[in-house]
């Protein structure tokens, strides 16, 4: 999957011992054949010592690739078959196969309330009404319902879906000195999950008091948007097939959202476009106003950390884990300059006069300005060599 090099005619201990290339590659050219899809490689021969290296150039692949219908798994010095699970979610994590299509359970286990639910959240976030009697084909052409069964995707969002996906549900996890000490567990459909665990997120975190003045002035830890939006993309975004459920840790100085898979291939987080790995499921949180714009949410998070001002982000991925990390930046909460501007705006003051005041570039205090707007501690009025800023009370 990865790719990388293969040396023939160096021993495992690095020693340098050659080869014929001749007949490896008279080797290499059956052993090709009998790789399903077919895999290109590129070949050279290194001259070491007066001794043959044949070197073996395999690309990274976009799929699977099997040898008589069994795929491998190299495990330290020696390669295993992978089990049927694992090529299920290998193959999901590569977007290989659209693991949310697949028929899962017996229509029967459907909840109508859920539907009723869906169909209601459909008319007011996207202001289109479904009549009752074109729910069950809107449902497959959503790919909820696929013949008598509901997809995965439909397992997720129109049944208690840990019932079927035992892992698909989330947990929150308080943690003090790297050890856990409270956790709480959410299970529902997708949608239910992603409402209870940002309300209990919300209220776990509280908000920071800053003082300006004689004035107190409460604001959340974390960008509340921001958080939204992680917790949802984790849930959207997520691998299935993966037996891990979507995890949030928090920490007295950071916030961690966690899920099973990491990006899929092609995406770049610098440029994020929008390549779903469960696009049938994505739809459904469309539909019903989870997700506002495809491809939006890294760009939406970061623009919302900025805007706070206390917060950094940042955003890890690995094999099969992805994670977004909030980090509380004490070092942008109100400095000694902040707080003399905010003294010296018990007055509308130009921000001239302002810059003169504390001694700085009117540009480092328009800096500061807009810092102080983001969280609601300062105010401007009027355009131009008008404008006046002044506390927000």
Not at 177 to 189: A, I, L, Q
Not at 248 to 269: Q, T
Request: hydrophobic share 40%; glycine share 8%; aromatic share 8%.
């Amino acid at each position: 999957m990865r790719g990388g090099y293969l040396l023939v005619g160096v021993s495992d201990d690095g020693k340098i011992l050659g080869c014929d290339p001749k007949k490896v590659t008279e080797v290499l050219a059956s052993s090709l054949q009998n790789i399903t899809p077919p895999v290109s490689v590129r070949t050279s021969v290194v001259d070491v010592g007066g001794r043959k290296v044949f070197v073996i150039e395999v690309p990274r692949s976009k799929t699977l690739c099997s040898i008589g219908g069994v795929a491998y798994i190299r495990v330290g010095s020696g390669i295993r078959s992978l089990s049927i699970q694992e090529i299920v979610m290998l193959s999901s994590e590569l977007g290989t196969v659209t693991w949310d299509e697949f028929p899962a359970v017996d229509i029967s286990n459907i909840r109508e309330e859920y539907v009723e639910w869906f169909f209601s959240a459909m008319k007011e976030a996207r202001g289109r009404e479904i009549p009752r009697e074109e729910w069950n084909r809107y449902l497959r052409s959503a790919r909820a319902i696929k013949g008598s069964k509901l997809t995965n995707a439909g397992v997720l969002f129109f049944t208690d879906a840990q019932e079927f996906l035992p892992h698909s549900g989330g947990r929150i996890i308080r943690m003090e000195n790297d050890r856990p000490v409270w956790s709480k567990e959410f299970s529902g459909p997708v949608w239910k999950v992603i409402d209870e665990m940002y309300a209990e997120l919300m209220s776990q975190v509280g908000s920071v008091e800053v003082v300006s003045g004689t004035r107190r002035k409460k604001l959340p830890e974390y960008p509340p948007r921001a958080i939204r939006e992680a917790i949802i993309n984790a849930f959207a975004h997520r691998n299935y097939a993966i037996p891990a459920d979507v995890r949030v840790f928090i920490y007295p100085d950071r916030l961690v959202i966690r899920n099973p898979g990491g990006l899929m291939p092609g995406v770049d987080l610098n440029d994020p476009e929008h390549v779903p790995r469960n696009p049938h499921l994505c739809g459904l949180l469309y539909d019903s106003g989870y997700i506002e714009k495809y491809g939006y949410g890294v760009r939406m998070i970061r623009s919302e950390c900025k805007k706070h001002g206390l917060v950094d982000v940042e955003f890890r991925s690995s094999a099969n884990r992805f994670e977004v990390v909030f980090k509380k930046a004490s070092a942008k909460m109100l400095d000694e300059i902040d707080r003399k501007i905010i003294e010296f705006l018990s007055i509308p003051r130009r921000s001239g006069e302002i810059a003169e005041y504390v001694g700085l570039s009117k540009p480092s205090v328009l800096r500061r300005l807009k810092k102080l707007e983001s969280l609601g501690l300062v105010m401007s009025v009027g355009n131009g060599s008008q404008r006046r800023y002044s506390l927000n009370r």
